[in-house]
């Protein structure tokens, strides 16, 4: 994980990484030049057929790729691939990339649980990143298990880390399911990607709770927020703004840097970024400065 030296930290010096993820309807060069206009210090590449590079044009051009990134005064902090944890020559491709191009941090995704029901309550299109395991739900537990024990002896061998996300619709969706997949895989290998707003659609328990339990193991924070509607269709979850949604920010970062000491990477993962060009670069830079202003909130509520 990376560190900020002593117990204090101000919250203006704390690094924050932009998902490409978010930016669908941009190509990758002016995906980068959305992050740096907008000031974030690195970006969260997402890697896919669809957007923004894909997996053989990263095998080939992976230093170029990161010139490009670099050139913005941009880090080139994880790789967020979709791939799963079974399809192990693109996991072993991922490994051999990050170990070639200094990158430490990949996203390797995890199988569904059951039919992802909640998928279906969503009011937008819902991306989960996860793949179907055709085993009774305790027999793919093992499964899984076994994998991550792969994992781990490839990623240690190797020096990089695979992170596996807090997800809804995954068999990693809460808290308790991360510290029995995880609880004796070394961190430095295989790490989490905290998720508090996958949560609130699916898994959430108490976040003070949760947070001692994987402190030690999460190296890498997604920020968004979400919100549940009852419609005429019933109960729907959407995205929201930070202030707006349900995950409380200001409550979750004093127990993420405060008193669970957290200093690891924060990545905006917002899904509301609008189409147009200028309009985008505000709007992430809103996310940003507010985002900042939370983590300032957090330090002054502990100090008072």
């Given at each position: 994980?990376?560190?900020?030296?002593?117990?204090?930290?101000?919250?203006?010096?704390?690094?924050?990484?932009?998902?490409?993820?978010?930016?669908?309807?941009?190509?990758?060069?002016?995906?980068?030049?959305?992050?740096?206009?907008?000031?974030?210090?690195?970006?969260?590449?997402?890697?896919?057929?669809?957007?923004?590079?894909?997996?053989?044009?990263?095998?080939?051009?992976?230093?170029?790729?990161?010139?490009?990134?670099?050139?913005?005064?941009?880090?080139?902090?994880?790789?967020?691939?979709?791939?799963?944890?079974?399809?192990?020559?693109?996991?072993?491709?991922?490994?051999?990339?990050?170990?070639?191009?200094?990158?430490?941090?990949?996203?390797?995704?995890?199988?569904?649980?059951?039919?992802?029901?909640?998928?279906?309550?969503?009011?937008?299109?819902?991306?989960?990143?996860?793949?179907?395991?055709?085993?009774?739900?305790?027999?793919?537990?093992?499964?899984?298990?076994?994998?991550?024990?792969?994992?781990?002896?490839?990623?240690?061998?190797?020096?990089?880390?695979?992170?596996?996300?807090?997800?809804?619709?995954?068999?990693?969706?809460?808290?308790?399911?991360?510290?029995?997949?995880?609880?004796?895989?070394?961190?430095?290998?295989?790490?989490?990607?905290?998720?508090?707003?996958?949560?609130?659609?699916?898994?959430?328990?108490?976040?003070?709770?949760?947070?001692q339990l994987l402190r030690d193991r999460i190296a890498n924070v997604h920020i968004k927020n979400v919100s549940w509607d009852r419609g005429e269709q019933g109960w729907k979850w959407r995205w929201d703004g930070?202030?707006?949604?349900?995950?409380?920010?200001?409550?979750?970062?004093?127990?993420?840097?405060?008193?669970?000491?957290?200093?690891?990477?924060?990545?905006?993962?917002?899904?509301?970024?609008?189409?147009?060009?200028?309009?985008?670069?505000?709007?992430?830079?809103?996310?940003?400065?507010?985002?900042?202003?939370?983590l300032w909130h957090a330090k002054a509520e502990q100090l008072i």
């Amino acid at each position: 994980m990376r560190l900020y030296g002593s117990t204090y930290f101000n919250p203006t010096d704390i690094p924050m990484n932009l998902c490409t993820s978010t930016l669908p309807g941009f190509s990758f060069e002016e995906s980068l030049d959305l992050a740096s206009a907008a000031g974030y210090q690195g970006i969260e590449l997402r890697v896919h057929d669809d957007y923004h590079v894909t997996l053989d044009d990263l095998f080939i051009r992976h230093r170029e790729i990161r010139r490009m990134v670099e050139s913005r005064k941009l880090e080139l902090s994880v790789f967020n691939t979709y791939y799963g944890l079974t399809d192990v020559p693109a996991v072993d491709t991922m490994i051999d990339i990050c170990q070639q191009s200094g990158v430490k941090y990949f996203r390797v995704a995890l199988p569904l649980a059951g039919h992802a029901d909640v998928r279906n309550r969503s009011a937008h299109q819902a991306i989960l990143p996860s793949y179907q395991h055709h085993e009774p739900p305790s027999d793919m537990l093992h499964s899984v298990r076994r994998d991550l024990r792969g994992l781990e002896s490839r990623a240690t061998a190797a020096g990089v880390c695979a992170l596996v996300e807090i997800h809804w619709g995954t068999v990693m969706s809460s808290f308790s399911s991360a510290h029995a997949l995880l609880n004796d895989i070394d961190p430095q290998a295989v790490a989490i990607t905290f998720d508090p707003a996958n949560m609130i659609i699916e898994g959430r328990e108490d976040w003070d709770y949760g947070i001692q339990l994987l402190r030690d193991r999460i190296a890498n924070v997604h920020i968004k927020n979400v919100s549940w509607d009852r419609g005429e269709q019933g109960w729907k979850w959407r995205w929201d703004g930070l202030w707006h949604g349900m995950v409380d920010w200001p409550k979750l970062f004093g127990l993420l840097v405060n008193e669970g000491g957290y200093r690891g990477m924060f990545a905006m993962e917002d899904f509301r970024v609008p189409e147009d060009a200028d309009q985008a670069r505000l709007h992430l830079l809103d996310q940003r400065e507010e985002t900042r202003f939370l983590l300032w909130h957090a330090k002054a509520e502990q100090l008072i």
